[in-house]
């Protein structure tokens, strides 16, 4: 299949490009830098040394004789370039990485919240609107986020795979049936902008007929795949600063560093992952296993497993020997939830999920040893804060007890320094 890979140079993008690469499909890379941007703006880098895209390029293509090629673009901003792209390649599928992808980027002021909208839904658009004017039939496969279902107390419910079985009882008091998009419920601009996708998805799959599969995706752990491990040269992004650091590589990057792992608030919070191997894959399994013609936007939950954030903390304090420091939550979150999740349609497909116990904790701990020395310490605490009002409290430098938040610490708590560390 011609394979076309928007934000192809990303965290989840280039070992993406790399196994559709290696499955023999046709690659080709959109993308325009914004993430490496980031890095110069937030004055962080990726824990592991990632290499320029062409030098990432030419050493995949020196190991298995394979091209990827590349395309300089904006999907936000360069529509026509984005259309003449699609109609001149003619691809089978597009893979749509291209967003700003962090929930405590998207909330560290007005700018970032305004960048994060303009930037994702003006990139989904446009790239809906350009397959339409382009006559293409491809198949966008889409990386959408778990949080768009929210993380609210829901005990009990299962959360189904995009669509929530309803009964509206009508006039004469018949039930109408209908399945509709679950309700959604974001917790912040970057997953509000991922709720806004949903309904572009279905506007679009309604009335052009683009098929659509929609992955729900959890919290992406884990760095290298089998691809990207094959030399140093292609190695995978390592994010564990404040604003683009997942919480389980940042726990284990922490203890690599004898820094003691940063739990917000009660740590009760549950949350879905998936290792990066299985992510990869869930993309090449929607990709290979296209909807029909006319079918309705598929939504796959591409999670594996559920932690809450304290039992994850504590497994890598039994591994490693690092104190767990409970730090005053920068986030407006329940702070406790249950998260039961469908995902059957994906293992249906064939996925065999990597889970935390298979060793790999250990592999990741290692490559967080391996470039420790590269970690800016200073770098590490969230300063984000969702609510104005507990941003203004810390920037007069006020301290900051329990805020209705839930996720707080005990009456009485005063935030120590500047890195609004609690200690318990
Ligand atoms: N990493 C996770 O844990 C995770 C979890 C759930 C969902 N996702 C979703 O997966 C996707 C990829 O995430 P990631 O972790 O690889 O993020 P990333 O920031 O590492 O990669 C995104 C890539 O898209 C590029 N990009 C952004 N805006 C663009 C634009 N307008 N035009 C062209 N290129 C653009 C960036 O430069 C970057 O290379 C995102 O949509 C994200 O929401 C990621």
Redesign the pocket.
């Known amino acids: 299949m011609r394979i076309l890979i ?2 192809g ?5 280039w070992p993406t490009s790399l196994h559709l690469s290696q499955r023999d499909h046709d690659v080709l890379i ?7 941007n980031a890095d110069v703006e937030l004055e962080a880098s990726s824990l592991t040394p990632i290499a320029p895209l062409g030098v990432r390029r030419t050493a995949w293509r020196e190991l298995t004789g394979r091209e990827i090629g590349f395309e300089r ?5 360069g529509y026509h370039e984005l259309v003449d792209l699609i109609r001149d390649w003619r691809p089978d599928a597009v893979v749509h ?5 962090a929930a405590p980027y998207s909330m560290k002021s007005s700018w970032h919240k305004r960048y994060t909208v303009d ?1 994702n839904v003006n ?1 989904t658009h446009n790239l809906l609107a350009a397959i339409v004017e382009a006559e293409s039939d491809a198949h966008v496969v889409h ?3 778990m949080g768009v279902y929210g993380y609210g107390p829901a005990p009990g419910l299962k959360i189904p795979e995009g669509y929530l079985g309803v009964k509206i009882e009508a006039d004469d008091g018949t039930d109408i049936e209908q399945e509709i998009l679950f309700p959604a419920n974001p917790g912040s601009v970057y997953h509000m902008t ?1 709720t806004l996708d949903q309904l572009l998805f279905a506007y679009y799959n309604k009335n052009d007929e683009i098929r659509v599969t929609d992955l729900h ?4 752990w884990g760095t290298q795949t089998e691809d990207t491990r094959l030399d140093e040269r292609l190695i995978n ?1 390592f994010d564990y600063d404040g604003d683009y650091g ?1 919480v389980l590589n940042r726990f284990l990057m922490q203890s690599a560093i004898g820094y003691p792992l940063t739990v917000h608030g009660s740590g009760r919070q549950t949350r879905a992952f998936i290792h990066i191997q299985d992510s990869v894959r869930c993309i090449q399994l929607a990709v290979e296993n296209p909807p029909a013609k006319g079918e309705r936007v598929r939504i796959f939950n591409q999670m594996t497993e559920t932690h809450r954030l304290i039992d994850l903390a504590e497994l890598v304090s039994r591994l490693t020997g690092a104190e767990i420091d409970f730090v005053e939550n920068p986030r407006n979150e329940a702070a406790e939830n249950d998260l039961y999740v469908e995902n059957r349609q994906l293992l249906d497909l064939g996925l065999v999920p990597v889970t935390l116990e298979d060793g790999l904790l250990n592999e990741v701990a290692e490559i967080a040893h391996t470039y420790a020395y590269r970690c800016d310490p200073e770098k590490i605490p969230c300063r984000s804060y969702w609510r104005h009002d507990l941003h203004e409290r810390v920037a007069a430098g006020a301290a900051v007890g329990p805020s209705g938040n839930g996720g707080t610490p005990e009456a009485g708590d005063v935030l120590a320094d500047e890195t609004y560390r609690v200690s318990r």
């Open positions: 928007l934000g140079d990303g965290f989840c993008g959109v993308d325009n830098f914004a993430r490496r673009l904006n999907v936000a901003e990485f291209a967003e700003q992808r930037n990139a990386l959408g986020t991922k995706q959890g919290i992406v992004r997942t």
